[in-house]
């Protein structure tokens, strides 16, 4: 068994990994280069995100800990934009929410990646939504070990 960790990508791959298998090794018995031939699969962590392009309907954005706005972030007439993250949110300039677009902004005020003796605040993020729907203590009591958990198990998100 191959055990690596804190890898990802798309395509062709090449990582340093611990293994006990034979081929070349440093000092320490780590393979020097392993190259997987084939499919990789490419692991987005939800801890940062950008909020990027022109919005003409209904868009979410969301992130575990920061969310950012790309410089001309555009939400035309009659969009609807929703900002969500876990500890804050970076306008950047040029952002222009047009006549009439509605701009909606939720901060949890601490990461979706992180345990807390605090509780989250019911619907600052769809997850914490969907996480308090199946244990309400997430936002009643303190965002524990079993309620980080669920960010992966219930949102089907990675953190970092």
Excluded at 24 to 45: F, H, K
Excluded at 48 to 76: I, M, P
């Amino acid at each position: 068994t191959i055990k690596y960790t804190g890898v990802s990508g798309v395509g062709n791959l090449t990582a340093i990994i611990n293994s006990t298998a034979g081929g070349a090794r440093d000092a320490a018995g780590n393979i020097l280069i392993l190259s997987v031939i084939g499919p990789t699969v490419a692991v987005e962590y939800c801890n940062n995100s950008l909020a990027a392009g022109t919005v003409n309907d209904t868009e979410e954005f969301e992130a575990c800990e920061y969310l950012f706005t790309e410089n001309n972030f555009q939400a035309t007439e009659l969009a609807t934009v929703i900002f969500a993250a876990g500890e804050g949110i970076t306008i950047n300039p040029n952002f222009t929410i047009d006549v009439g677009a509605i701009l909606q902004v939720k901060v949890c005020g601490q990461s979706l990646c992180q345990v807390s003796t605090e509780p989250m605040e019911l619907g600052c993020h769809s997850c914490v939504t969907d996480i308090c729907a199946i244990d309400s203590t997430c936002c009643t009591d303190a965002f524990s070990q079993a309620c980080l958990d669920k960010v992966a198990t219930v949102c089907n998100l990675s953190c970092q």
